[in-house]
């Protein structure tokens, strides 16, 4: 089993998840070059969080066109696992992988803090170690993390199981106020229809350590490697 | 020709402009001239402080780097180094705070990894005018994104600072800025120019009209048209800039470079003048060849372009294709400018003709140095003066006032917009007593901070001087740190203004008085003078950063209460000292009266014994006694707990209650203790001769002070944590 982690110019959290992969969950796991078309075999594409291109046209818009992204994109629709994180939500939203779109965080601030997410699907390569209405606190830190699809689209996730975490507060309660970047339906997290490609606006590689404030996030890292051993 | 007119506007004096003609045995042309400017203008030459920095200790066995590099270098053990920095940027942050602000970060920066250093921490220290005006929260607002704009996209995360607020600050805020670089202690990079004929390269972003003049300006007062100057502040690639941390680090890993300077303040001039003075060399380079984002740039322009984003490199003569491919992989320019020549000259070509050719030692080593003359200031005899005034009525109220004061308020509005958790290091969130940050694959941590009271520096420098070292060194050992090395960052007035000098010697006399009696060297830092608008100065503002180390990340403490039942223990005297303090100044609008005063070896021993309990677990939590006093710090201990848990306590000293309530007394910390250690704890006190005294218990949901068993503070956790927590987004209306 093989981790690949996507370098972007302007990743920035692409040796953080190579650390939490590797140091934390002991995991073989390689980066990915955003200029090549090699995916060295690996068996999870991890888009990680950033700036790629500086983001200064919509997030993750020149990312998606990357080279590499070819291959990303292929991989995803033999069915292969891809985990955005952030920015590599963001990204994934651009490559059309994942419906929807980020618009600016409603209170229009970067917002970097420890919040709640609940798992609301824990049928999915990412989740199923976790409970289902499991409260997890992780970090966010994003600036267009306020997610955003149309009223068609919002019905069509609902009805597929597709929000895999929403912002809520430590017990577990929906309100604005836990929904710090105003998404819709309170989406922290969103899979594929397929169930094999997840974009999440938290950073589980940020939580996964006591040191660091919250071990919560391990348990995405946890489900991937249990599904795929 | 140069003529006076000329020669003023370049911020030179006849006197200097003569001493340039006799140097290079010749009038400069305008070009040269404006090369002499930048070199010789205060921001870079040191001229009316170099005399008096020289009292400050710069030696130490773990020191690696002192004062005179792009940072300052020390030994954290285990093959690795700490290379850090503190820098201003004031002026521009005034005229437009957002790339003001910015560039600030991605001028420090540069700094750290010029050396070899991949950048791990930011932090600063911000001091604007009060946020009644909208003015100065317009600006407030604008350095904010500034620096979280830059710092968020680089990935380096901001995880601490301080911010003070004072009038002096509405015209001329201060943004001083600190960033902490870990490198392999046998791979650091200096600016050398070494090998004659090795090639010099031009890397990064492409050179415009952008910045000239900015160290000029930094050196100047400013006046009614200050806001003019606004085209002289760059603009921040902070995409670039990743790019170019990336590209170099990967080029440092590899032994294909000789040395290599950002280009930062006086861009092209200041690299390569100081690169061939260091080496004792000279550069030639070709203006021709330079990546420009411009048509039809003059010599003049390109030299004193303060673009960013841009670094020169000397590579080995072989080496210059692998160093090309690797910025063409990370898409930036690698060019071939020049090379280093012998002879120690700056020579400089365009369109075929030499426009420069100076003696690299005139420019770097030969500037005026100044022992500019000093006076005390008349201000001192009134201002130190308190006339009587009223004890409180509801001590509780003022409390809660001094807890929503802007500057004791909880800055959470403020580093919420900074990314402070990207690279996984930070142990503590921002608002404990230092900042945190683990180091991979070891037990130990770095913890640093930035401190400096400026009202303190205004009515005794001396005095503030010290205390901002002892206060940064107390935050450190609050959470279980050694201080191992300081960077100061030193903002004053115009120094051709005696009493300004007289402020500045006083304050560098008690940093070095506190940096010797702590055994910490300076390691470097910065002088900000000219921080004068409209003839108005601000306080002196003298802001430390202190780096430890903490030996054993898993012992380290953080400021709030763990649990209810826990003993609060006071470490150190209170004494009637209410000069200058937060009180004074938001109760009853004086700046007055003396600054308390501090016994460095009192002191001393106070964080001794602070670290001793830390490292035999004695304690659970502790937190410094500094702005608001003693029942400030004891409220902060419940809100910064995570469990907000309150406390009962009483306090039985003789004087006067607000003094001890809310004086600001040096040498002070809290601490709580669980019951089965307080014994262990007071007997080591005693032992250590450190006055410890039981306060009381933590426990309930009330802040709750008796005095003489009277009760005189009684309030919910809740309501102070609603008065501290939401005073700043209250300001700017967001909640």
């Given at each position: 089993?093989?981790?690949?982690?996507?370098?972007?110019?302007?990743?920035?959290?692409?040796?953080?998840?190579?650390?939490?992969?590797?140091?934390?969950?002991?995991?073989?796991?390689?980066?990915?070059?955003?200029?090549?078309?090699?995916?060295?075999?690996?068996?999870?594409?991890?888009?990680?969080?950033?700036?790629?291109?500086?983001?200064?046209?919509?997030?993750?818009?020149?990312?998606?066109?990357?080279?590499?992204?070819?291959?990303?994109?292929?991989?995803?629709?033999?069915?292969?696992?891809?985990?955005?994180?952030?920015?590599?939500?963001?990204?994934?939203?651009?490559?059309?992988?994942?419906?929807?779109?980020?618009?600016?965080?409603?209170?229009?601030?970067?917002?970097?803090?420890?919040?709640?997410?609940?798992?609301?699907?824990?049928?999915?390569?990412?989740?199923?170690?976790?409970?289902?209405?499991?409260?997890?606190?992780?970090?966010?830190?994003?600036?267009?993390?306020?997610?955003?699809?149309?009223?068609?689209?919002?019905?069509?996730?609902?009805?597929?199981?597709?929000?895999?975490?929403?912002?809520?507060?430590?017990?577990?309660?929906?309100?604005?106020?836990?929904?710090?970047?105003?998404?819709?339906?309170?989406?922290?997290?969103?899979?594929?229809?397929?169930?094999?490609?997840?974009?999440?606006?938290?950073?589980?590689?940020r939580a996964s350590e006591v040191l660091l404030g919250s071990e919560d996030g391990r348990i995405i890292f946890e489900s991937i490697i249990a599904k795929l051993s | 020709m140069i003529d006076k007119k000329i020669i003023e506007e370049h911020n030179l004096t006849l006197e200097e402009y003569e001493k340039i003609v006799q140097l290079i045995g010749r009038e400069p042309n305008i070009t040269e001239l404006g090369i002499f400017s930048l070199m010789w203008s205060e921001h870079c030459s040191y001229k009316s402080s170099k005399i008096h920095l020289k009292k400050l200790p710069v030696t130490g066995k773990n020191v690696v780097q002192g004062p005179g590099e792009n940072a300052g270098i020390i030994d954290i053990g285990d093959g690795l180094v700490a290379v850090f920095k503190i820098e201003s940027?004031?002026?521009?942050?005034?005229?437009?705070?957002?790339?003001?602000?910015?560039?600030?970060?991605?001028?420090?920066?540069?700094?750290?990894?010029?050396?070899?250093?991949?950048?791990?921490?930011?932090?600063?220290?911000?001091?604007?005018?009060?946020?009644?005006?909208?003015?100065?929260?317009?600006?407030?607002?604008?350095?904010?994104?500034?620096?979280?704009?830059?710092?968020?996209?680089?990935?380096?995360?901001?995880?601490?600072?301080?911010?003070?607020?004072?009038?002096?600050?509405?015209?001329?805020?201060?943004?001083?800025?600190?960033?902490?670089?870990?490198?392999?202690?046998?791979?650091?990079?200096?600016?050398?120019?070494?090998?004659?004929?090795?090639?010099?390269?031009?890397?990064?972003?492409?050179?415009?009209?952008?910045?000239?003049?900015?160290?000029?300006?930094?050196?100047?007062?400013?006046?009614?048209?200050?806001?003019?100057?606004?085209?002289?502040?760059?603009?921040?690639?902070?995409?670039?800039?990743?790019?170019?941390?990336?590209?170099?680090?990967?080029?440092?890993?590899?032994?294909?470079?000789?040395?290599?300077?950002?280009?930062?303040?006086?861009?092209?001039?200041?690299?390569?003048?100081?690169?061939?003075?260091?080496?004792?060399?000279?550069?030639?380079?070709?203006?021709?060849?330079?990546?420009?984002?411009?048509?039809?740039?003059?010599?003049?322009?390109?030299?004193?372009?303060?673009?960013?984003?841009?670094?020169?490199?000397?590579?080995?003569?072989?080496?210059?294709?692998?160093?090309?491919?690797?910025?063409?992989?990370?898409?930036?320019?690698?060019?071939?400018?020049?090379?280093?020549?012998?002879?120690?000259?700056?020579?400089?070509?365009?369109?075929?003709?030499?426009?420069?050719?100076?003696?690299?030692?005139?420019?770097?080593?030969?500037?005026?140095?100044?022992?500019?003359?000093?006076?005390?200031?008349?201000?001192?005899?009134?201002?130190?003066?308190?006339?009587?005034?009223?004890?409180?009525?509801?001590?509780?109220?003022?409390?809660?006032?001094?807890?929503?004061?802007?500057?004791?308020?909880?800055?959470?509005?403020?580093?919420?917009?900074?990314?402070?958790?990207?690279?996984?290091?930070?142990?503590?969130?921002?608002?404990?007593?230092?900042?945190?940050?683990?180091?991979?694959?070891?037990?130990?941590?770095?913890?640093?901070?930035?401190?400096?009271?400026?009202?303190?520096?205004?009515?005794?420098?001396?005095?503030?001087?010290?205390?901002?070292?002892?206060?940064?060194?107390?935050?450190?050992?609050?959470?279980?740190?050694?201080?191992?090395?300081?960077?100061?960052?030193?903002?004053?007035?115009?120094?051709?203004?005696?009493?300004?000098?007289?402020?500045?010697?006083?304050?560098?006399?008690?940093?070095?008085?506190?940096?010797?009696?702590?055994?910490?060297?300076?390691?470097?830092?910065?002088?900000?003078?000219?921080?004068?608008?409209?003839?108005?100065?601000?306080?002196?503002?003298?802001?430390?950063?202190?780096?430890?180390?903490?030996?054993?990340?898993?012992?380290?403490?953080?400021?709030?209460?763990?649990?209810?039942?826990?003993?609060?223990?006071?470490?150190?005297?209170?004494?009637?000292?209410?000069?200058?303090?937060?009180?004074?100044?938001?109760?009853?609008?004086?700046?007055?009266?003396?600054?308390?005063?501090?016994?460095?070896?009192?002191?001393?021993?106070?964080?001794?014994?602070?670290?001793?309990?830390?490292?035999?677990?004695?304690?659970?939590?502790?937190?410094?006694?500094?702005?608001?006093?003693?029942?400030?710090?004891?409220?902060?201990?419940?809100?910064?707990?995570?469990?907000?848990?309150?406390?009962?306590?009483?306090?039985?000293?003789?004087?006067?209650?607000?003094?001890?309530?809310?004086?600001?007394?040096?040498?002070?910390?809290?601490?709580?203790?669980?019951?089965?250690?307080?014994?262990?704890?007071?007997?080591?006190?005693?032992?250590?001769?450190?006055?410890?005294?039981?306060?009381?218990?933590?426990?309930?949901?009330?802040?709750?002070?008796?005095?003489?068993?009277?009760?005189?503070?009684?309030?919910?956790?809740?309501?102070?944590?609603?008065?501290?927590?939401?005073?700043?987004?209250?300001?700017?209306?967001?909640?």
């Open positions: 089993m093989k981790f690949g982690v996507v370098i972007f110019p302007g990743s920035n959290c692409d040796y953080d998840t190579y650390y939490a992969l590797k140091n934390v969950f002991k995991q073989k796991t390689t980066f990915l070059w955003h200029k090549e078309h090699d995916l060295k075999n690996v068996d999870c594409v991890i888009l990680p969080g950033g700036f790629s291109y500086g983001d200064y046209l919509r997030s993750g818009s020149i990312a998606a066109f990357s080279p590499l992204m070819q291959e990303v994109k292929e991989f995803a629709l033999r069915g292969g696992l891809v985990l955005g994180i952030c920015n590599g939500f963001q990204i994934l939203l651009e490559l059309g992988l994942l419906p929807g779109a980020m618009l600016r965080n409603e209170k229009l601030k970067f917002l970097c803090q420890f919040i709640h997410i609940r798992v609301e699907n824990n049928k999915t390569p990412f989740s199923h170690q976790a409970k289902k209405g499991q409260i997890l606190k992780v970090p966010i830190a994003h600036f267009d993390g306020n997610y955003f699809a149309s009223p068609e689209t919002i019905l069509e996730i609902k009805k597929n199981s597709q929000i895999v975490f929403r912002y809520s507060d430590a017990k577990g309660q929906l309100n604005e106020e836990a929904n710090v970047n105003g998404s819709a339906e309170s989406i922290a997290g969103l899979i594929n229809k397929a169930g094999n490609v997840l974009g999440m606006m938290p950073h589980p590689e | 940027h004031n002026h521009p942050s005034y005229i437009e705070p957002y790339q003001g602000a910015a560039t600030g970060i991605g001028g420090i920066l540069r700094d750290i990894f010029t050396m070899g250093a991949r950048p791990i921490a930011l932090l600063d220290s911000l001091r604007f005018g009060p946020l009644s005006k909208p003015k100065n929260k317009s600006i407030m607002e604008g350095v904010v994104s500034g620096i979280a704009g830059y710092g968020n996209s680089i990935g380096v995360p901001t995880v601490g600072g301080d911010i003070y607020f004072n009038d002096c600050y509405s015209r001329n805020p201060l943004v001083n800025v600190f960033a902490l670089g870990i490198a392999e202690k046998n791979k650091i990079f200096y600016a050398k120019a070494e090998g004659i004929g090795n090639p010099v390269l031009y890397v990064g972003s492409k050179t415009g009209r952008d910045g000239i003049h900015g160290a000029t300006m930094a050196s100047a007062e400013f006046d009614q048209d200050s806001e003019k100057k606004r085209p002289n502040v760059q603009v921040g690639d902070p995409f670039k800039e990743k790019l170019l941390v990336e590209a170099c680090l990967e080029v440092m890993a590899k032994d294909i470079i000789v040395g290599i300077q950002d280009m930062g303040a006086a861009g092209l001039t200041c690299s390569t003048s100081e690169m061939a003075a260091n080496s004792g060399a000279g550069i030639e380079i070709n203006l021709d060849l330079v990546p420009q984002r411009e048509e039809g740039m003059t010599p003049y322009e390109m030299m004193l372009s303060e673009s960013q984003e841009r670094m020169l490199i000397v590579a080995k003569k072989d080496k210059v294709e692998e160093v090309q491919q690797i910025f063409s992989k990370w898409d930036l320019d690698a060019v071939t400018i020049g090379q280093v020549t012998e002879g120690g000259r700056l020579k400089v070509r365009f369109e075929g003709k030499i426009v420069v050719d100076l003696p690299v030692d005139a420019i770097i080593n030969l500037c005026p140095v100044y022992k500019r003359e000093s006076k005390i200031p008349s201000y001192l005899k009134s201002e130190t003066i308190i006339k009587p005034f009223p004890s409180p009525e509801n001590y509780s109220k003022t409390l809660l006032k001094l807890l929503s004061s802007a500057t004791i308020a909880e800055k959470e509005w403020v580093y919420r917009q900074y990314d402070h958790t990207v690279q996984v290091n930070t142990a503590f969130l921002p608002g404990a007593d230092a900042s945190l940050l683990r180091i991979k694959n070891s037990k130990k941590a770095l913890a640093l901070t930035l401190d400096g009271n400026s009202l303190y520096s205004y009515l005794d420098p001396r005095t503030g001087g010290k205390i901002a070292v002892a206060e940064a060194c107390r935050n450190l050992a609050c959470v279980g740190a050694r201080p191992v090395g300081v960077t100061n960052c030193l903002n004053f007035g115009n120094p051709e203004k005696p009493e300004i000098m007289w402020q500045f010697k006083e304050v560098v006399e008690g940093i070095a008085q506190a940096c010797s009696a702590f055994n910490i060297p300076v390691t470097g830092g910065n002088v900000s003078f000219y921080n004068d608008t409209e003839g108005i100065s601000i306080y002196p503002s003298p802001v430390l950063g202190v780096v430890g180390i903490v030996d054993d990340v898993s012992r380290a403490v953080s400021p709030g209460f763990k649990k209810a039942g826990d003993s609060v223990i006071l470490l150190g005297e209170n004494k009637e000292e209410l000069g200058c303090s937060e009180y004074l100044k938001c109760v009853f609008n004086m700046e007055k009266g003396i600054p308390p005063q501090i016994d460095l070896k009192e002191e001393k021993r106070i964080q001794e014994f602070c670290l001793e309990t830390i490292s035999m677990s004695l304690i659970e939590s502790a937190h410094d006694i500094s702005e608001g006093g003693l029942s400030i710090s004891l409220a902060e201990c419940s809100l910064l707990s995570p469990l907000k848990i309150g406390f009962s306590l009483a306090i039985q000293d003789d004087m006067r209650l607000d003094a001890l309530l809310f004086g600001e007394t040096q040498s002070r910390i809290v601490v709580s203790s669980s019951n089965q250690k307080v014994k262990k704890l007071l007997n080591l006190a005693k032992k250590r001769k450190v006055k410890a005294t039981v306060l009381g218990k933590t426990g309930g949901d009330r802040i709750i002070i008796y005095h003489s068993n009277k009760k005189i503070i009684d309030i919910p956790v809740n309501e102070a944590y609603k008065a501290w927590k939401e005073a700043i987004p209250d300001i700017f209306q967001v909640k």
